[in-house]
């Protein structure tokens, strides 16, 4: 039986750890966990705040994928947009989901994230 999602892995290019640190630390927030030293030696970062993580490892023939992407819940997201956009990142608005507030983002590699919250 499933009981939850331990982590969602996305990919990167060879080199990209400081960018990736950069926008998932210093943009959203995010907390570096350490990897174990058997997975370190592969290169990548793995980031939590919570209970999510993410894991971005590195693929040699990267290419972000232009509709896969984590769904990440957030509070107050208005103010968690304004974050992004005085960090410098790109927030798209979308009203397509009925019953929540949404907006996606790309980390410098290109990987799409959507952040979203419920309307209640």
């Not at 990209?16 to 210093?26: I, N, T, V």
Request: hydrophobic letters at 40%.
């Amino acid at each position: 039986m499933l009981t939850g999602v331990d982590h969602v892995q996305l990919a990167a290019p060879p080199g990209s750890e400081d960018r990736l640190r950069a926008y998932y630390a210093g943009v959203l927030g995010m907390a570096e966990i350490p990897k174990p030293p058997v997975l370190a030696a592969r290169g990548g970062c793995w980031f939590r705040a919570g209970a999510v993580q993410l894991h971005l490892g590195i693929e040699d023939d990267f290419r972000p994928a232009g509709k896969a992407h984590p769904g990440l819940r957030v509070t107050d997201i208005e103010t968690y947009a304004a974050r992004l956009r005085a960090r410098g990142a790109e927030v798209i608005w979308d009203a397509d989901l009925p019953g929540h507030r949404r907006f996606y983002s790309h980390d410098p590699v290109g990987n799409r994230l959507e952040f979203l919250e419920p309307v209640v």
